[in-house]
């Protein structure tokens, strides 16, 4: 199975950039990001493909957030730019052994997640 370690989460002001980063135990298809905040469903972020490195971005966060891999490491990242008080949640990471994960439903392991907190 796998496993994933997240880190990199904080508080933050608007307008503030974070980078998140999460390591993979075995190795997968693809990987991704989701987010929950209170009260709310989780709900996509970005994902990549693990072989091609194709991404993909919720429209909520185009033009912000970023999300690469480092492929021998198992790894990928999220950079967070222009942080607003809306993107404020819980963020997981998420790995897939069938398909980029862009959906709940596509997605075969979670991370624990980490607190994205951003102050107005």
């Known amino acids: 199975q796998v496993q994933l370690v997240e880190s990199g989460g904080g508080l933050v002001q608007a307008g503030d950039s974070l980078r998140l980063s999460c390591a993979a135990s075995g190795r997968t298809y693809a990987m991704g990001w989701f987010r929950q905040a209170p009260g709310k469903e989780r709900e996509f972020v970005a994902a990549?493909?693990?072989?091609?490195?194709?991404?993909y971005n919720a429209d909520s966060v185009k033009g912000r957030f970023t999300i690469s891999r480092e492929y021998a490491k198992n790894t990928v990242f999220l950079q967070m730019n222009s942080l607003k008080p809306e993107d404020t949640a819980v963020y997981y990471c998420?790995?897939?052994?069938?398909?980029?994960?862009?959906?709940?439903?596509?997605?075969?392991?979670w991370g624990k997640g980490t607190l994205v907190t951003v102050s107005s």
């Open positions: 998420a790995a897939s052994q069938r398909e980029t994960p862009r959906t709940t439903r596509g997605v075969d392991y």
């Open positions: 990549i493909s693990w072989r091609a490195g194709i991404t």
